[in-house]
């Protein structure tokens, strides 16, 4: 999540030899720094799953999934850090950012809402490798699917969905991405599930 901004105006060069040696992550917007702040622990295990899943399935493929840690530039002058991506074939040589993600992920807070809902999504949906854009909220059960192939209009999944990450062949059932997670819809599907049938 983003928090206060420098004023100060910082060439990309800076920015990115900057990013090496310090102990917080910034994201670069058009010459301004902005300090990443902590998550939470719903969007911890949030991203925790997909980590967890989609390595397993890419395991051994050309594509490969990368954390919060991992960069990725949108534009020469815009460079973020998603929650979560995937790259397949990446020919970017610079070890700390990436440029051709397939699939972006962002965890919604309260505060990054309407960056990563509008913002993000038309830096996001710009790039010319890009092939899905997912939101996931973390305090309902909600994950919305944007697709390239369906002219970026959104898809809404809840608990007892399935999800198909088409550019990569990965189904998920939505619940397997909620794991462990404390949110009311989660908790009722969950108690729903253990109560008899009839």
Request: aromatic share 10%; glycine share 4%.
């Amino acid at each position: 999540m983003q928090t206060a901004k420098s004023n100060e105006y910082i060439s990309v060069e800076d920015y990115l030899s900057g990013e090496l040696i310090s102990d917080v992550k910034h994201e670069y917007v058009d010459g301004q720094v902005f300090a990443m702040s902590g998550a939470s622990k719903n969007h911890v295990r949030i991203v925790q799953s997909l980590s967890k899943y989609f390595g397993i399935h890419l395991d051994g493929s050309p594509c490969e999934p990368m954390s919060s840690d991992m960069k990725v530039k949108t534009s020469s002058s815009k460079y973020r850090y998603p929650d979560f991506m995937v790259i397949c074939d990446e020919t970017n040589e610079d070890d700390y950012f990436a440029d051709t993600p397939v699939i972006l992920v962002e965890v919604l807070s309260r505060s990054t809402r309407k960056i990563d809902e509008q913002i993000k999504r038309i830096e996001y949906i710009n790039l010319p490798s890009l092939q899905e854009y997912v939101i996931i909220e973390q305090y309902v059960a909600d994950i919305s699917v944007f697709r390239k192939k369906d002219q970026w209009q959104p898809t809404h999944y809840f608990l007892g969905d399935d999800i198909t990450f088409e550019s990569i062949g990965l189904t998920l059932a939505v619940e397997d991405l909620y794991k462990r997670v404390d949110n009311q819809d989660v908790n009722e599907w969950l108690q729903s599930k253990e109560l008899p049938a009839g």
